[in-house]
């Protein structure tokens, strides 16, 4: 019997392969026969190029290269290839785990690093780029980046900006005269879960600024830049972008990969199941596994577990879900896929003792519905149901 283990990570307490490996001890403990293939996942933000590569590389080098934090500090960091596809993790440039929390400050901090990726990829030969954008650090609109890929930002005196947050307000030009030319050949696919617009309420600057150190004052006037910029980019493309969802993710890098290199928004989950060749590996499959930090109406919405149900429907391969905990409405999971789910904590403890003990009681969970399942193929073997 072949189970794949495929859950994300319990956000404060456990790793995406924290989960898988505990998962493992009981299936190898209740199904000593069975084989274990483990995934680890990720939805475009930070851990995503590991989830990629797994164990064995799956195929992909790793390109490491010389680059920039959001603060423009020199660090060096990694994208993946496969032939002229590349696959690129913003965090691992601009993500908000590269600065410590005193250094928190969107009016300064730069995507520049992460177009240091993508320039790289390009010249030596990509055509095709996957783009994680999730755990940024930044709110510059993505002109960081795009300085890095050769356009300018100008301001209203044809000076050059640098592509820092604080100076949207200040862009009145777009030149891209000196932008690489490939770009024009590069299929761009960015890995995206948000659907916020790029200014507004629930836009990049209001929605993530405050994590990222905008302070109030900060963030009316990265706000007012944003929306500066946005008419500006406007003009350039030829039409409105005001209403597109998706803009708004990684301060508006979302944007700038849609105006500059016609990017195109997919689910993270869907990018990386497909990175990983899941529907190959569900042809040999009986049993999916998958979990989360919380279950709840959001699941059924585009993310870890209804990409994967989705997908084991699709090959009427059952799928359990192991969680954290279990949310409210969250029954319509049945309908996409999902044939049973556990939380890993059933009684009220405080939230510190779950975070705490949480692999004990991941490993409880797992066995009560390791030992359900044994007993329903027991029953079907003994022709009971």
């Known amino acids: 019997m072949k189970f794949i283990i495929a859950s994300d990570s319990f956000k404060g307490s456990l790793s995406s392969n924290q989960v898988n ?113 999730g755990g940024s650090a930044t709110n510059d609109g993505g002109i960081g980046a795009m300085i890095a890929l050769g356009y300018r930002f100008l301001d209203s005196e044809g000076n050059e ?62 706000e007012k830049g944003m929306i500066s910029y946005r008419k500006i980019l406007e003009e350039y493309l030829g039409h409105s972008i005001e209403k597109i969802e998706g803009l708004g993710a990684a301060g508006g890098l979302g944007a700038a990969l849609y105006g500059f290199l016609n990017g195109k928004m997919q689910s993270g989950i869907d990018v990386l199941l497909e990175l990983n060749n899941f529907e190959e590996k569900l042809d040999s499959t009986d049993i999916v596994i998958t979990g989360e930090g919380k279950t709840d109406y959001q699941s059924a919405c585009g993310k870890v577990i209804h990409g994967i149900a989705r997908k084991c429907k699709k090959y009427n391969v059952p799928v359990l879900v192991i969680s954290g905990s279990l949310g409210e409405e969250i029954n319509q999971l049945y309908s996409m896929g999902v044939s049973g789910m556990e939380a890993s904590v059933c009684n009220i403890i405080s939230l510190n003792n779950a975070m705490d003990n949480a692999e004990k009681y991941l490993c409880y969970a797992a066995e009560r519905v390791l030992r359900v399942l044994k007993t329903g193929m027991e029953l079907v073997q003994n022709e009971k149901i």
């Open 21 to 133: 490996n505990i998962i493992e001890s009981k299936v190898k403990e209740i199904f000593p026969k069975s084989f274990c293939e483990k995934m680890l996942i990720a939805d475009g933000g930070e851990g995503t190029l590991e989830a990629i590569y797994g164990e064995s590389g799956n195929g992909y080098d790793k390109i490491v290269i010389d680059t920039v934090n959001p603060l423009g500090k020199k660090i060096d960091g990694y994208y993946l290839r496969k032939g002229n596809i590349a696959v690129i993790e913003m965090a691992q440039a601009s993500g908000l785990t590269l600065i410590d929390e005193k250094e928190k400050n969107p009016m300064i901090t730069t995507s520049f690093g992460t177009g240091i990726f993508i320039k790289h990829a390009i010249e030596n030969g990509c055509t095709k780029i996957y783009i994680g954008i």
């Open 161 to 222: 900006l640098s592509g820092i947050g604080e100076n949207l307000e200040k862009i009145a030009t777009i030149d891209d005269t000196f932008a690489i030319k490939e770009i024009s050949e590069v299929e761009t696919i960015v890995m995206c879960d948000v659907t916020n617009t790029l200014t507004g309420e629930k836009g990049a600057t209001y929605v993530y600024g405050p994590q990222k150190g905008g302070t109030e004052e900060k963030l009316e006037k990265l």
